[in-house]
C-alpha cells in the first residue's frame, strides 16, 4: 500500500473512532454527528434527497452545473425552492461562485463578509 494509501487509511480509522466516541458521550447538539456532503443536482426530483439531508442536519455543497446543462429554469425553481425550504427550517443557504451552493441546517450560518471589509470596497 502507498504511504497516500496509509495516510487515508489512518484518517478513516481516527474518524470511526471519533464518531464511536461522540455517541458514547451524547452531545449537546440535536444532531450527535453532522456530515458535509457533496451532491449533485441532476433533476429537480433531486430538490427532496437535499431537503432531507438538510433535516438530518447535515451540511450539503450541491453542485448545480449538471441541472444547468439540461434546464436553467429547473435550476432557478429549485433554487427558490430550496431558499424558501432553508428559511422555513432556519438554516442558511449561499452561492458559492457559479457552480454550487451551500445549504446548512438550523443551529449553523454562514458567515459573508461583509462589502466595508472586502478587498477594493
Excluded at 26 to 41: E, M, N
Excluded at 93 to 105: D, N, Q, S
Amino acid at each position: 500500500m502507498s504511504s497516500f494509501g496509509k495516510a487515508l487509511g489512518r484518517i478513516f480509522r481516527k474518524e470511526k473512532e471519533e464518531n464511536k466516541q461522540v455517541e458514547a458521550k451524547g452531545s449537546y447538539f440535536k444532531h450527535p454527528v453532522i456530515y458535509l456532503k457533496a451532491l449533485p443536482l441532476k433533476k429537480l426530483s433531486d430538490v427532496e434527497t437535499i431537503k432531507k439531508e438538510v433535516k438530518a442536519g447535515n451540511i450539503l455543497i450541491v453542485k448545480v452545473t449538471p441541472l444547468v446543462e439540461k434546464s436553467p429554469e429547473e435550476v432557478e425553481k429549485a433554487v427558490d425552492e430550496l431558499c424558501e425550504f432553508t428559511e422555513d427550517v432556519g438554516g442558511d443557504i449561499a452561492r458559492l461562485g457559479e457552480e454550487r451552493i451551500v445549504i446548512c441546517p438550523s443551529g449553523v450560518k454562514i458567515w459573508r463578509e461583509s462589502p466595508k471589509n472586502s478587498v477594493g470596497g
